[in-house]
């Protein structure tokens, strides 16, 4: 069979080259193409993913969340510079659900994860904002797949612990990790929240301030999770006391991520896992797509507002004003 590299238009290859050669320059430009909302772009950088897709799929995919201020940015820093040094090529992506509105991204403040930008086997990239196929978390997942084939063994997927993101970032992810802080009563709330459903690790960040706190805050969320049903059935989420600020407790909890992910792939639940995120991934950009489609009709564009007036002032069903408007699409 063809090698799909072959099939790239030749600036094309040469990109998908240079990123399989660990080259993050290449890397930086590929996901940049993969991020574009030009048609042309969408389309080469369509052909390089699936030149580059049967390389992909090597690394560790850790999701991180946490309410601002929990730490994320130190912990990942301190995570990533461990992991560095056990020989790991690390990459940190963002899911920043506030970016699409904003324009801003949580990545985008230089300052955060400075020493570990400077290291030449780590790729730090803001979240896209906005504007693409399948939304924020989409480009996300694209460019995931091609820190992979340039050879990223960790992708660290961040994201703050609002909106549907955390789903999101959980969904594309093979152990989801939590960072909450000593403080208990917020993270407790959001582990109530749903969270729960979600998180396979738990890190409770900022230990150094009180150990004596921190041990009290492990302890009253894991009793929390263990009241719940597990989600991983058999796995009691561990939550590890950490210092991201002085490197403590760092290699434990990494420890703790590595057992869920040997485990779930002993039994073959990760391979189960990534094929359904596939499908869900698939799934999710139809649905998306169509919802574009839908609103950039022409029809729709002309007769949405006066709908709504009608629907809004009772003269007519929502359900009537919707089929209205799927007829008028043609959906
Ligand atoms: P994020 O918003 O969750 O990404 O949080 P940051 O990583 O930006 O951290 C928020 C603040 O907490 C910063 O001032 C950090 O220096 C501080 N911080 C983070 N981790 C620790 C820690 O382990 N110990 C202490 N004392 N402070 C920390």
Known sequence: ?????????????????????????????????????????????????????????????LGV???????????????????????????????????????????????????LSREEGAFIRPSPSGGLLGGVAHGTREAMLVCEAAGHDVVIVETVGVGQSETAVAGMTDCFALVALPNAGDDLQAIKRGIVELVDVVAVNKCDIDPAAARVAATQIENALAMLRPHEPGWTVPVVAVSALRQQGIDEFWGQCLRFRARLEASGALAAKRRRQALDWMAAIVDHEL????????????????????????????????????AAASV
């Not at 930086?28 to 772009?41: F, G, N, V």
């Not at 790991?88 to 699409?100: M, Q």
């Open 1 to 61: 069979m063809a090698d799909p590299l072959d099939l790239l238009e030749p600036a094309d290859r040469r990109l998908a080259r240079d990123v399989l050669a660990h080259d993050r320059r290449a890397l930086a430009k590929a996901i940049t193409l993969l991020e574009s909302s030009r048609a042309d772009h969408r389309a080469r950088a369509s052909a390089i993913l699936a030149a580059l897709l049967p390389r992909s799929g090597g690394a560790f995919r």
């Open 65 to 115: 969340s946490g309410a601002p201020g929990a730490g994320k940015s130190t912990f990942i820093e301190s995570l990533g510079l461990h992991l560095l040094g056990l020989g790991h090529r690390v990459a940190v992506l963002a899911v920043d659900p506030t970016s699409a509105i904003s324009g801003g991204s949580i990545l985008g403040d230089k300052t955060r994860m400075e020493r």
């Open 291 to 326: 919802q574009a489609r839908f609103h950039a009709h022409p029809a729709v564009k002309r007769e949405i507002g006066a709908l709504r007036e009608k629907v809004a002032e009772g003269a007519m069903t929502p359900a009537a004003a919707a089929a209205a408007l799927l």
